[in-house]
C-alpha cells in the first residue's frame, strides 16, 4: 500500500456509514464530540457550518464539502440564528437518518453525510497533522474524481438496490481518501512543509514507500538514502523536516502500529506478528510493543485497541 492509504487502513475501525437527507427550514442541528471523522456535502441548497472551537461560521453552497477529522462538535443550520436540535447517535454508534418523506422542494437543502470510525489512540500523524475541519468549496473544474465519488455515493443512497450495503461502504472508503488527497496535495495554503511537503516530495516518497512496503526489511538510512537518491545526511535531514521524525524512528513507529494493528484484528500467533513487525524474536519484540504502548502484546489484543498509552503521533 502507499503511505496514505496506510495511514488509513491502520486506523479504521468498524463500518463507515452515511445517509441522504433533507432539510426544511428552519433546522438546525449539534453534533456531540465523538470517536472518529465525519463529512458533510451540499448537494442543493445551502447551510451555515458552526465550526468546532467558535470559530467563524462558514456558508456552505452546492457542491461544497466539509471534513471534520477529529470528531470535534459541530454544528449546521441553515441561518445564524436557528436554534440547533442535539443529534444523538444510535447505541450502535451510528448517526441517525433524518429523512424527510416527500418531493425534494427547490428551497430544500438536500445533503450527504457520513462518518468513519478510527482508533484515536495510535493516530497516524498524517492525519493527526490536520486542522479541526477542512472545507473544499465547489469549483467548476477541480477535483472531479471525489465529485465523481460524492455523486455515485448519493445514487447508491436515493435508490437503493442489490448490492447498494456493499458499494455504499466501498464509496465511502474511497470519498475519505479522495477527501484526504484533495486536502494534502491540492488544498493545503502550505503544501511544501509537513506530510503535504512529504507527500509531494519524490524522495521522501520513495523511501516511505520503501518503508511502508516492507516494513520488517532491516532499513538502513544509507539504504533508503540511496532510494531516495541522495546523501545520507541531506536525505535524514529532508526526512526528518518533513516527516517530523528520523526515518528509523518512523520505521520503529510505523512496524509498532502495524503490530498493534494486526493483534487487534487477526488471530496470528505472536511470532508471526514479531516477524512481520520486522524482530527475530518473540522476546525482543514484546520489549519494544510494552516500550511504546505500555502494555505486553498480549494484553493489548485481550483489551482491544484502547489498551496501552501509546506515544502521541507527531512527536519524537
Known amino acids: 500500500m502507499d503511505v496514505l492509504s496506510d495511514a488509513i487502513a ?17 433546522w438546525g442541528v449539534r453534533f456531540p464530540e465523538h470517536d472518529g471523522a465525519g463529512f458533510h456535502v451540499v448537494l442543493q441548497g445551502s447551510a451555515w457550518l458552526l465550526p468546532p472551537g467558535g470559530a467563524e461560521a462558514v456558508r456552505l453552497g452546492p457542491g461544497d464539502v466539509v471534513f471534520l477529522a477529529h470528531g470535534y462538535g459541530h454544528g449546521l443550520a441553515d441561518r445564524l440564528d436557528t ?21 425534494v422542494r427547490r428551497e430544500d437543502t438536500l445533503m450527504l453525510c457520513g462518518a468513519y470510525r478510527l482508533n484515536k489512540a495510535r493516530a497516524h500523524p498524517l492525519l493527526a497533522e490536520l486542522p479541526p475541519f477542512i472545507h473544499i468549496p465547489a ?18 443512497l436515493a435508490d437503493h438496490q442489490p448490492g447498494s450495503d456493499a458499494i455504499v461502504s466501498a464509496l465511502l472508503d474511497t470519498l475519505l481518501l479522495y477527501l484526504l488527497r484533495t486536502w494534502w496535495l491540492e488544498e493545503r495554503p502550505d503544501r511544501t512543509a509537513g506530510w503535504a511537503g ?11 514507500h ?19 537518491g541522495l546523501s545520507r545526511a541531506a536525505f535524514a535531514r529532508r526526512f526528518t523536516a518533513l516527516v517530523g521524525r528520523p526515518p ?8 509498532m502500529t ?48 484502547g489498551a496501552g498509552n501509546g506515544k502521541a503521533a507527531g512527536t519524537g
Do not use: I, N
Open 248 to 255: 528509523l524512528a518512523y520505521l520503529t513507529w510505523w512496524r
Open 198 to 208: 512529504a507527500l509531494g516530495d519524490p524522495a521522501v516518497t520513495a523511501a516511505l
Open 10 to 26: 491502520a486506523m479504521r475501525t468498524g463500518r463507515p456509514h452515511s445517509s441522504r437527507t433533507v432539510k426544511r427550514a428552519p
Open 139 to 156: 469549483r467548476v473544474g477541480c477535483h472531479e474524481r471525489l465529485r465523481s465519488a460524492v455523486e455515485l455515493l448519493g445514487a447508491e
Open 258 to 305: 502495524t503490530a498493534g494493528r494486526l493483534l487487534r484484528e487477526a488471530d496470528a500467533p505472536l511470532r508471526t506478528v514479531a516477524e512481520r513487525a520486522g524482530y527475530a524474536s518473540e522476546f525482543a519484540f514484546a520489549k519494544a510493543f510494552k516500550r511504546e504502548y505500555g502494555v505486553a502484546p498480549g494484553r493489548y489484543r485481550r483489551q482491544g485497541p
Open 83 to 103: 436554534p440547533l436540535e442535539d443529534a444523538r447517535p444510535e447505541p450502535d454508534g451510528t448517526w441517525p437518518t433524518l429523512r424527510h418523506h416527500g418531493p
Open 210 to 228: 520503501a518503508l511502508h512496503g516492507a516494513p520488517a526489511h532491516p532499513w538502513t538510512v544509507e539504504e533508503l538514502a540511496a532510494r531516495a
